[in-house]
């Protein structure tokens, strides 16, 4: 008996298969045209095959692959100090493949940092519900999600869940034995939520007030997605210890990161912490090449613009279907259209998929939009009239 496919059931894609993308644009094999608003999950900032980024890739490819970090990788140096550069409170970085593996790391991070202060009974993390901090064994048990926990055996000790936006809870939880506090500024797969900018700087300053850490995880609001380098960058005084970023740093070449203040990173001594791939030299000329792009002040203007227009016009499709679309959320090119319960993300997801037009959902029956950054008016007017048609499909049944 001829046996199936030997991928493991975790992902369940449609029959579509894309062959080659250009700009915001993915055409398949058959040579249909599809606009992508979801960008590999808000990863081609710069959208797909950018040449600027594949050259600086190809020219690293006749070079050196890979060294590990038994070496020095001088991309390693120079993306570091560009990172540190835009951020006044960061100093420290270290390189990781991904955004679940940056997590790992910022909260060892954390606790080592209580260790060498000789506080080692400080080790308990609080996160919030709702949040996606990836897969890996700490990044499931500090989001606490339970339909990722479930048949995964005990639950790891040492993180605490509270409700997003529960002050008196979060008053309560802190105690002798917290480490950290981490979120993400504006949650993306729980429901793309901005979180206020008091609710930042209300974190830091009870942070400062209690020798606490402020982990952000910014794998997904960060590289530019919001206007801002990193999205805490809207909020004067709100700013992190420890920061966790991937996704579109890497812009589509997989890199993570960790940037955190002096005083994080004092005890991450040699022997603490390591890997294989991360930093590696292809990542790093990938990671360069993106982030002069992507921190240029012009193209941050740019996101800025096109957001705000994109944004308005979500509004009016919320005017205008006013029984589906209950809210328009999220910061920047993060945005999600919280939807009534009179319709599914996942349907209206298929609706507009139908009609050529790629994006995502999140919790909360949200429907997930996270475009490359590069979009200009055209492609946010396509989008427009595509949710509009799909929508209309729905309510037409
Ligand atoms: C995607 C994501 C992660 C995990 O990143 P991976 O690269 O998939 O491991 C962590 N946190 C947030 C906020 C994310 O969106």
Redesign the pocket.
């Known amino acids: 008996m001829a046996k199936g496919n030997h991928l493991f059931d975790c992902y369940n894609p449609p029959a579509i298969t894309f062959e080659r993308g250009e700009g915001a644009y993915l055409y398949t094999d058959e040579g249909e045209k599809y606009l992508d608003f979801i960008a590999g999950?808000a990863v081609n900032a710069l959208g797909h095959a950018p040449k600027e980024i594949g050259d600086a890739i190809k020219d690293q490819l006749d070079k050196v692959w890979h060294l590990s970090n038994l070496f020095r990788v001088p991309g390693q140096e120079t993306l570091a100090k560009k990172y540190c550069d835009a951020l006044p409170w960061a100093e420290k970085v270290f390189f990781q493949n991904?955004?679940?593996?940056s997590?790992e790391l910022a909260m060892k991070c954390a606790r080592r940092y209580h260790f060498g202060e000789g506080n080692p009974e400080r080790y308990e993390i609080i996160a919030f519900k709702g949040a996606?901090?990836?897969?890996t064994f700490a990044?499931v048990n500090a989001a606490g999600n339970p339909k990722y926990l479930e048949g995964f055996g005990p639950a790891l000790p040492g993180f605490t869940h509270l409700e997003f936006g529960d002050h008196d809870a979060l008053k309560a939880a802190i105690s002798g034995k917290t480490a950290a506090i981490l979120i993400?500024p504006v949650q993306?797969?729980g429901g793309v939520r901005a979180l206020p900018p008091e609710c930042l700087r209300g974190l830091r300053a009870m942070c400062d007030e209690h020798g606490i850490l402020l982990i952000y995880?910014e794998?997904?609001c960060g590289a530019s997605r919001t206007g801002q380098i990193f999205a805490h960058q809207w909020v004067d005084g709100g700013h992190p210890d420890i920061m966790a970023v991937?996704?579109g740093v890497g812009g589509g070449f997989p890199l993570?990161a960790v940037i955190t203040s002096a005083a994080a990173a004092k005890h991450m001594v040699p022997g603490t912490h390591g890997t294989t791939y991360g930093g590696n030299p292809v990542a790093m000329a990938a990671g360069n090449a993106v982030f002069d792009k992507i921190s240029d002040p012009e193209f941050l203007q740019h996101v800025r613009d096109i957001s705000n227009a994109f944004r308005q016009s979500l509004e009016g499709l919320k005017d205008e279907f006013p029984d589906m679309i209950e809210e328009v959320r999220g910061k920047g090119l993060l945005l999600g259209l919280k939807l009534a319960e009179t319709i599914n993300n996942r349907e209206l997801r298929m609706a507009v998929q139908a009609r050529k037009l790629l994006v995502g959902t999140a919790g909360d029956n949200v429907l997930r939009m996270a475009p490359p950054l590069i979009i200009g008016e055209r492609e946010a007017r396509e989008a427009l009239e595509i949710l509009r048609g799909g929508l209309r499909d729905i309510q037409e049944g």
């Not at 991904?98 to 593996?101: N, P, Q, V, Y």
């Not at 996606?132 to 897969?135: E, I, K, N």
């Open positions: 999950i991904s955004g679940t593996e997590l996606f901090h990836g897969r990044a993400e993306g797969e995880d794998v997904q991937a996704k993570g």
